[in-house]
């Protein structure tokens, strides 16, 4: 079951019902804080209603994506779409600028597009932060009751009822390959599984192609294109149980289940710069989850159970370093909710050695197996050449967010990779194994070159 958390950034005063905020209701708000951002915010719900469709299309396909595009074109047509594309490489903090007039409804764009780990200044980025945003403002941000393991219960139990068997607790220590195929799986324990079609692999891109594959079984040009392979920045986190609800300094920031706290547009860019260049910031962006907010079940009536994470640079994941960011963060909340502190009854940091000692799929403490700034998205993830499910062994996928589209709640890459394998093996299986290689052998090629 899911419940829908309210919107982010606090604009959804009085929304506890969980409910997004309408356009129209925060079109109003917006316009109270800067005239004309509210028919400007009007106008780009508008434009989302008559992309949605098409653009989601095209995002959440494998490549090559042909009807997404054809369908955009017959949508808006060519003019338009070069226009669509010029907006959707706009950096973030540029894009808020010839939107709209005021700071906070531009923060709602930077804010959503650091989700990611692309500085708001840096192309692409404006286009994170404005799917995010309408997909909260038509959709919400919709969470498991009951805790965040219900979704993966909720799919084991689907699987289990199609007849899989689900076994948990074995870490995969090889994958034997034979004739240019996948022919069985190993784990540490001793268990072997012998492979009939397809092995889909949720781990990240090095861990799958160094580590758990003969290094025969690769490409000598997928091992050279990985020593350029870029981590996201490692994350921290921090989990609170609180005896009350977050004390913030603007009292409506309380109903939002989702809360995006930091020191406005040109401090969220100090920060990107601050990070990019490896130094600790000051004062982190933080991402904070109220959860009891967002899903009254997650702690009794009165109190709440709260999160927040924030980033390090990259090579900087130690734990003296995280433990200090963790104290800086709790500082930054301290500043926007003066008493935060004297309402927490238990915390836990979460470094990155944690992180990845918790899942190992979480490297250095990164969530994206892999950054999403441009130069490793769409054909160039994980590498240029392998921008599909496929892999150059035969029956084996990627469908972790490593491949394409990347990280995100959204469970797009293993979908992919399982219609992939589903694919080559139903009754055109033969046509599209033959029409895959040539795409994949094409890709290949001009990652070679």
């Known amino acids: 079951m899911l419940t829908r958390a309210p919107d982010v950034l606090g604009l959804d005063q009085d929304e506890r019902h969980r409910q997004p905020v309408t356009a129209p209701t925060r079109a109003t708000r917006l316009d109270a804080q800067h005239p004309g951002d509210g028919e400007a915010w009007l106008d780009l719900c508008r434009r989302w209603e008559v992309?949605?469709?098409?653009?989601?299309?095209?995002?959440?396909?494998?490549?090559?994506?042909?009807?997404?595009?054809?369908?955009?074109?017959?949508?808006?047509?060519?003019?338009e779409a070069l226009r669509l594309a010029r907006f959707l490489l706009l950096p973030a903090k540029r894009m808020g600028e010839e939107l709209f007039g005021g700071e906070g409804v531009r923060l709602l764009l930077a804010g959503n597009a650091v989700h990611a780990d692309i500085p708001v200044t840096s192309p692409v980025s404006g286009a994170y932060g404005w799917l995010l945003a309408m997909l909260g403002q038509h959709f919400g941000f919709p969470v498991p009751v009951d805790g965040s393991g219900g979704l993966a219960d909720a799919l084991a139990r689907r699987a289990e009822a199609a007849g899989a068997r689900l076994h948990t607790g074995e870490r995969v220590e090889h994958v034997a390959v034979s004739g240019g195929r996948v022919r069985s799986v190993h784990t540490a324990a001793g268990t072997t599984v012998r492979v009939r079609r397809a092995v889909i692999a949720d781990v990240s891109a090095p861990t799958l192609y160094r580590d758990l594959l003969p290094p025969d079984a690769v490409p000598s040009w997928v091992h050279r294109d990985l020593d350029r392979f870029a981590w996201d920045t490692p994350v921290v986190k921090l989990d609170w149980a609180l005896d009350g609800p977050i004390p913030w300094r603007t009292p409506e920031v309380g109903g939002a289940g989702t809360v995006h706290v930091g020191r406005g547009e040109d401090g969220l860019v100090r920060w990107s710069a601050v990070i990019e260049s490896r130094r600790l910031p000051e004062s982190p962006f933080l991402l904070v989850g109220q959860m009891t907010t967002a899903d009254p079940s997650r702690s009794p009536a009165g109190t709440e159970s709260a999160w927040a994470y924030t980033h390090l640079p990259r090579g900087v994941d130690d734990p003296p370093s995280a433990d200090e960011l963790a104290r800086r963060a709790e500082g930054v909340l301290e500043r926007f909710a003066p008493g935060f502190g004297a309402r927490v009854r238990h915390r836990t940091v979460q470094r990155p050695s944690d992180l990845q000692d918790a899942d190992p799929n979480l490297v250095h403490g990164t969530i994206n197996r892999g950054t999403a700034q441009l130069f490793q998205q769409l054909v160039f993830r994980p590498v240029p050449g392998l921008g599909r499910p496929e892999t150059p062994v035969g029956g084996l996928y990627l469908g972790s967010s490593s491949a394409h589209p990347g990280g995100g709640v959204h469970g797009a890459c293993g979908w992919f990779a399982a219609r992939a394998a589903l694919r080559a093996h139903g009754r055109a299986g033969l046509l599209h194994r033959a029409a895959t290689s040539a795409v994949l052998e094409l890709l290949q090629r001009s990652g070679r070159e």
């Open 51 to 79: 992309l949605q469709e098409p653009f989601l299309r095209t995002l959440f396909t494998t490549f090559p994506p042909v009807r997404g595009p054809l369908q955009l074109l017959r949508r808006i047509g060519t003019a």
